[in-house]
């Protein structure tokens, strides 16, 4: 009777046992399951962080490409206005009928006056030297933003290339002419120079010797054609900042 008492509870131990290894077992488990639950808790959370960050940087570019936008017009508009100008007055001299346009090729000298594109950068630099810029690698976005900001450099070597001929010419002018009565006339209101013993013949006479020189015209020459590739590349950088806005709002409100 002992023996089968003893077998009776060995067994009852070996359930035991068994039950508690099935416990245990079932705790580990459930710990697992609320690790990763909390795992993935966590990274739907920083990935959540993660979008509004980069979304601040993005917003940040979409103001920015908006204020280039805004100079980008202005510029072309000017451009235009300057090309136009010296288009006619390169007509005049090829039509030798530059005394009968005195006034065209004084105006035309707005071609001297130094413009440059100033695009605001910051956001895309700053997104470039931060974590979340590998999260638009390689999308359509990044493809865009190269672009963009490679035909603002070659914007700016087109204006740099132009500026510095035109200081280059009006320097060598500066050696050759005394330009006070030129830039009386251009600036001094037309009251306070008729109280001047310097009679308004003397003024034209300046002007027509100085728009006549080989610097003044190859600055107008220049302006007339080069400005139309440089108001054209206004216009492809106009185009692609309304599709890097139109990417941003996507992902942004995505």
Known sequence: MKFFRRVRHKLILDHKKIQYLKYALGEIILV???????????????????????????????SHTKEDLEQLEELAKGRKQIADLCKKARNSILN????????LFKISGTAFADFYFKPNSGG?????NSKYYGKINNTQLDSLLAKYHRLVDD?????????QFTVHQENYLDTQFDRSLILAAAFMPL??????????SEYDQAFIEYTATPAYR?????????????????????????????????????
């Open 191 to 200: 009251d306070s120079l008729a109280t001047k013993a310097t009679p308004q």
């Open 218 to 254: 190859n600055v107008i020459s220049l302006a007339a054609w080069q400005f139309d590739t440089i108001i054209d590349q206004y216009h492809e950088l106009t185009e692609l900042g309304h599709l890097i806005i139109k990417e941003i709002d996507s992902i942004t409100t995505g």
């Open 155 to 163: 914007i700016a070597e087109n204006e740099r290339s132009y500026n």
């Open 32 to 62: 697992v399951i609320g690790i990763l639950i909390a795992l993935q808790i966590n990274n739907w959370n920083q990935t959540k962080k993660d979008k509004i960050s980069l979304n601040e940087y993005l917003i940040k570019i979409k």
């Open 124 to 128: 895309y630099e700053s997104l470039k």
């Open 96 to 103: 030798k009928t530059e005394n009968d346009h005195l006034f």
